[in-house]
């Protein structure tokens, strides 16, 4: 049996089985990529309720793991050369997990590098922007008199959905069904956003969201898949 101990997060979340992957997360959009990315791929794991509004990810057992405080993070037994790996930042999780499946990632380099590089627009741009643009318009922020800092980022939000609009689409203007035109880590990371964009964050009218037919086209496919109907509800919150 894989002996995990060494990882002092196992003694706050023990694994009941340390030889399948851990997964230490919560459903928020950048949880959720890891969760249904591992169904998705079919790779066996266990994973791990983390509760930030506990202000659990800044205890010393997860900080061991992610000393960014942040969730998700992965604990995988069998990583290079057998070694566990411990791994965070759901970008290079993705990357990770196909790369060591051989899914959702080309081999080919330059599809490979291009596809990269929307992961790298989700994590850069799509997820600042959209959760600042969530706390102006739902939570705290909601109540500043100043509403410039809110207008500011439903302008940016409105123009990256334009990019992916844009995206979306084939040179002869034909929708594109994916991202890369075929399902990739690029559609797994950038999903779970775009729905809270919507959905949670009840930002669709103030972005213009009905100005986006494509996106909502893909956002829909997306979430008709049965591993991201799974992958949004893991870890099952208590």
Known sequence: ???????????????QHPDRLQLYSLPTPNGVKVSIMLEEIGLAYEPHLIDIMANETWGPEYLSLNPNGKIPAILDPDGPNGQPLA????????????????QLLSSDPA?????????????GAIGPMFGQLGFFHKFAGKDYEDKRPRDRYVAESRRL???????????????RDWIMGDYSIADVATLGWVRNL????????????????????WLERGLARPAVQRG???PARN
């Open 111 to 123: 599809t490979r590098y291009e596809t990269i590089q929307w992961i790298m627009f989700q994590m």
């Open 87 to 102: 791994l965070f930042e759901s970008g290079a999780i993705l990357i990770y997990l196909a790369e060591k499946t051989g």
């Open 198 to 217: 919507i959905g949670f964050y009840e930002a669709g009218e103030i972005v213009g969201f009905a100005d986006f037919p494509r996106v909502a086209a």
């Open 1 to 15: 049996m894989t002996d995990l101990s060494a990882f002092p997060i196992t003694t706050r979340w023990p694994a």
């Open 232 to 234: 949004l509800n893991i």
């Open 161 to 175: 959905l334009g990019v992916l609009e844009t995206r979306l689409a084939n040179e002869g203007g034909e929708p």
